[in-house]
């Protein structure tokens, strides 16, 4: 049975490295990159943004996409990498791939968006990836690194 560490994105670059090393090391199937974060951005405009705990979806979206580039730069491929975190869109998945993830989970936006969201994150994510002369999600896994 496969199985996938899940990382906070509050982590800086030189620990994802440590985790990524040591999720070699051990034999770890694949990285969750990321978390929910205990940040609390400025741009949050909900009465409820100082409460506590852990903070998902669209706001998380700059700290996971830096989890996942300090995650991609430290496993050159050696790992596979799960993108969370703010994907809400074809757009936003494609990006994450280049980025390096090797598949995308989605979660908060579907709470929002609907069981449709999949089938429209689908048809935009093939369409981004004929675009751009790509023939597979694995040929364009971590382009723009």
């Not at 996971?64 to 757009?91: F, H, M, N, T, Y």
């Not at 709470?111 to 004929?130: E, F």
């Amino acid at each position: 049975m496969p199985v996938f560490l899940k990382i906070a994105p509050d982590l800086i670059a030189d620990e994802i490295g440590m985790i990524v090393e040591a999720s070699l090391a051990h034999r770890i199937d694949g990285l969750i990159v990321s978390n929910t974060t205990l940040e609390r951005p400025e741009t949050l405009r909900s009465p409820d943004a100082h409460e506590t705990g852990g903070l998902s979806g669209a706001p998380i979206r700059p700290f996971a996409e830096k989890a996942l580039r300090a995650a991609a730069e430290a496993a050159q491929g050696r790992l596979p990498l799960i993108a969370v975190g703010g994907i809400d869109s074809g757009a936003e998945a494609y990006a994450r791939i280049r980025l390096g993830a090797s598949a995308v989970q989605v979660y908060s936006a579907l709470i929002y968006d609907g069981p449709g969201l999949i089938t429209r994150i689908k048809r935009d994510l093939a369409a981004r990836l004929r675009a751009d002369g790509f023939s597979s999600i694995s040929a364009a896994i971590g382009a723009s690194r």
